[in-house]
């Protein structure tokens, strides 16, 4: 989501801030600023892209030694430049308009008390030029200030409810950033150059510039100055937080031959799949020890001996890779699960059980509804937890005790895709493991499963070369404003997906539903204006699936199929078909879901969306 770069430098490091801010800009964002001491504070701001903020920068000639920048997606207030950071203070007696005062400050993450103290502020005769709850942090800090900012950081922080990364700089101070974190990331960079030091909420932004990487706890506070900073933690005492390399290469986000990351992104698949399912000979347990464990002494094969249920916490693409996984542990490890979006479990009341492994699923590690459901399942005593993760250094690896690491690589399109498939690859592999350590996996099986994981890549290739009939389906799609999609069984999941997609980059309204349900209300909304999506493999529900597929027809809906080869469903009238190059048993999803994420990005390409960056939506999700 909202993206925070600073720097303490020797030499001017505007334009490192900016590139951070570009590094960082598929996160989501709808205004972006950056802000240096130059004899006083000085900002630029806009709510266009990083691009238009670097020729601003120009323009005005901004430089400094010393400096903080945002990427900024709007929860309080609208996207405009008067709300964009970074936030400068405006003391008792000051116009807001006027002359900046002496704080500049960025913020991730949202002040839930900001009301309360916005009341206190005015009345001591504070003004405010935004409706951000950034502001009430930048004007709070000045008011406690007394010469000494990371005091003054300090004991602004104990005032604060809600969640935050912030990045602050004083001009009565001009050699420091003060940051500082509670449920939102934020990292510090080590540089190599003149003892110059950074702040980011991400390593990427970082990328070229270090890869001397601090992640910061929970709690932490951290004073960057140059050639030297300390960290404290949140019980206020120093600590010292390892240094790790961490190689954030910036050319994993280059667009290449391609006309958009999301199809970049979609193509890479068969690539992601085998990177991720590497190294794979066996189904053994120890594939989950992963680099979450730190140390612990926790043992993936214990662990599985020892718990009887799985509950699964995820939100949004991550959550139906999640329900997907569901039919693969309860069909082939005959392990009970339950599947929660983890922005409902953290807020219900529920039955824990200590033989419970809690698995959390996040592209980047870093989602806070997640981490969050994540911290309550462990308050309520469930600590066998393991996540599936594409980032090692996140905060979800390293709180979870066991971990598997995918390797999608970076992902820029804001719209999920081979972060999905490698999901999957990673959620059967825990699948059999489990299995084989309750002892329902034969040779045999194992073997099977394996052989057909390595033919993955391959067969998703063959998929890809659905393109041209896919882009045909979107000419008939983009002229529309509502779909259905429909799938059973193991592939309901995948339709949820499929309109999810539609949804996200067309703005086409889209809903999915399992099949056997369009009798009992949405049937009543077909119509010939409505194209109804079938995901239609050759399984046990196949011939359930054509009754519905019928009720269709029979209302006079046009429905648009991705059919195995051998269901003997054939184009007609009203009913278009697309034959997938084979039946793929339980790994079939993986298959399905690919033509319908062709299917949302050629649509979205013919009705002229900006593909990469939706509306309203950001990529990583570190608010509530």
């Known amino acids: ?52 903020l670097m020729a601003q920068v120009e323009q005005e000639h901004l430089q400094g030694t010393i400096g903080i920048a945002h990427t900024r997606w709007a929860t309080h207030g609208a996207p405009a430049v008067h709300n964009a950071h970074p936030h400068f203070s405006h003391g008792p007696g000051q116009d807001a308009g006027g002359k900046a005062g002496r704080i500049a400050l960025v913020h991730n993450g949202i002040i839930e008390n900001h009301e309360e103290l916005r009341a206190a502020l005015r009345a001591k005769g504070y003004t405010f030029a935004s409706q951000t709850d950034t502001e009430v942090i930048c004007h709070l800090i000045d008011s406690l200030y007394d010469g000494d900012l990371f005091e003054a950081v300090q004991a602004a922080v ?37 003892g110059e030091n950074f702040l980011a909420s991400d390593a990427m932004a970082l990328a070229g510039v270090t890869d001397q990487i601090v992640y910061l706890e929970e709690g932490d506070l951290v004073d960057v100055q140059l050639g030297k900073y300390w960290v404290v933690d949140k019980s206020h005492k120093a600590v010292t937080r390892p240094v790790k390399t961490v190689q954030a290469h910036s050319g994993a986000a280059e667009l290449g031959p391609y006309r958009h990351y999301m199809q970049k992104e979609i193509f890479e698949q068969p690539r992601a799949v085998a990177d991720t399912l590497e190294g794979v000979q066996a189904v053994v347990p120890e594939l989950f020890d992963g680099a979450g464990e730190k140390g612990s002494g926790a043992s993936a094969w214990r662990v599985f001996k020892e718990i009887d249920n799985v509950l699964i916490l995820a939100c949004g693409t991550s959550y139906y890779s999640g329900c997907t996984a569901k039919y693969w542990l309860e069909g082939i490890a005959k392990i009970p699960t339950q599947v929660e979006i983890a922005s409902e479990y953290r807020y219900r009341e529920s039955v824990p059980s200590p033989t419970t492994l809690v698995v959390t699923i996040s ?51 804001v719209a999920s895709t081979k972060a999905f498939t490698t999901q999957l690859a990673g959620l059967f592999l825990l699948t059999l493991a489990l299995a084989q350590a309750k002892g329902r996996l034969t040779e045999s099986q194992e073997a099977a499963h394996l052989k057909a994981m390595r033919h993955l890549p391959a067969a998703l290739t063959a998929v890809l070369a659905l393109e041209p009939q896919i882009i045909s389906w979107s000419e008939d799609f983009a002229g529309k404003e509502h779909a259905l999609f429909l799938g059973r069984g193991l592939h309901y999941p995948i339709a949820l997906e499929g309109a999810l997609k539609l949804k996200e980059i067309t703005y086409i309204h889209a809903e999915a539903y399992a099949a056997g349900e369009l009798k009992h209300g949405p049937l009543a909304l077909v119509t010939g204006d409505m194209p109804v999506v079938t995901v239609a493999p050759n399984d046990a529900l196949l011939e359930k699936l054509k009754s519905n597929m019928q009720e269709v027809r029979a209302r006079g809906g046009v429905l648009y199929v991705l059919a195995d080869a051998d269901t003997h469903i054939e184009s007609e009238d009203g009913i278009h078909v697309i034959r997938m190059p084979e039946h793929y048993g339980p790994l079939s999803p993986l298959l399905h879901v690919v033509p319908l994420q062709l299917l949302a990005y050629h649509t979205a390409c013919a009705r002229g969306t900006d593909v990469d960056k939706p509306r309203n939506l950001a990529k990583s999700v570190t608010v509530e």
């Not at 600073?6 to 989501?28: C, K, M, T």
């Not at 001009?174 to 934020?186: D, I, K």
């Open 1 to 52: 989501m909202c993206g925070i770069v600073g720097a303490v430098s020797s030499r001017n490091i505007v334009p490192i801030l900016v590139q951070g801010l570009h590094r960082l800009e598929y996160r989501g964002y709808d205004s972006c600023g950056v802000a240096v001491y130059a004899d006083g504070l000085k900002r630029a701001r806009s709510t266009e892209r990083v691009a238009e």
């Open 158 to 194: 104990r005032q604060l409810h809600g969640a935050y990364a912030i990045a602050v700089f004083c001009k009565d101070e001009p050699h420091r950033v003060v940051g500082a974190r509670a449920g939102s990331p934020l990292i510090l960079g080590v540089g190599a150059e003149g």
């Open 363 to 413: 592209q980047s590690g870093e989602t806070a509804d997640t981490l969050a459901a994540l911290r309550h399942a462990q308050g309520l005593g469930m600590t066998h937890t393991l996540t599936v993760c594409n980032v090692a250094s996140s905060a979800m690896v390293r709180e979870c005790k066991l971990a598997y690491i995918t390797r999608a690589g970076v992902e820029i399109g």
